[in-house]
């Protein structure tokens, strides 16, 4: 198929990226002890799996492949607050400077900073590409990106391992107090 140079550039990048959440979702999936964790990570492996493929495929074929196949995760919110964490404590956590195993918080760490970073990667690439198919195939890989940062971030907040609070509702009214809707 044939590529503008800056998509090239941009899909040899993502590839690499790819490449990396692949190898490291491998190991994660089997050191992950938390049943919960290990099936999301085995949930969204497969995707994965496929993202990186069909990048190959766009690199390596003649022709356009078939995008069809590949849609955005179904996303499924968990959290019954979106301010308010489920858990009232959160567990203090030092990094671990010794050779050993991954803990599940550091797995999950690991995978939704992988996600954000992906996420960020696919929204930068895909306002760069010039081929049609190319774009909808890298948005539908960005909302992938962006839903499985999404469970993992739930996932994490559930465990307390990612804080969640609202924002103090002093700096809500002063932001609030600034901006104000143009009139139709």
């Not at 085995?42 to 690199?59: A, C, G, S, T």
Request: aromatic share 10%; glycine share 2%.
């Amino acid at each position: 198929m044939q590529l503008a140079a800056h998509e090239l550039n941009e899909l040899s990048e993502l590839i690499a990226g790819c490449y990396n959440t692949v190898t490291c979702m491998t190991d994660s999936i089997s050191k992950a002890r938390d049943p919960e964790l290990k099936e999301l990570l085995q949930k969204h492996f497969p995707l994965h799996v496929q993202d990186y493929n069909l990048k190959v495929e766009f690199v390596q074929s003649q022709t356009t492949p078939d995008i069809s196949k590949f849609q955005p995760a179904e996303l499924k919110p968990g959290l019954n607050s979106y301010t308010q964490a489920p858990v009232s404590e959160f567990s203090s956590v030092t990094p671990r400077t010794n050779t050993g195993q991954q803990s599940d918080r550091e797995i999950a760490t690991a995978y939704l900073l992988n996600q954000k970073g992906s996420a960020k990667n696919y929204a930068a690439a895909v306002t760069e590409c010039a081929n049609p198919d190319l774009r909808t195939f890298l948005e539908n890989a960005f909302l992938n990106s962006s839903r499985h940062a999404y469970e993992m971030w739930q996932y994490m907040t559930k465990k307390g391992y990612y804080p969640l609070m609202a924002a103090p509702q002093n700096a809500t009214q002063t932001i609030a107090s600034i901006y104000q809707p143009v009139n139709q």
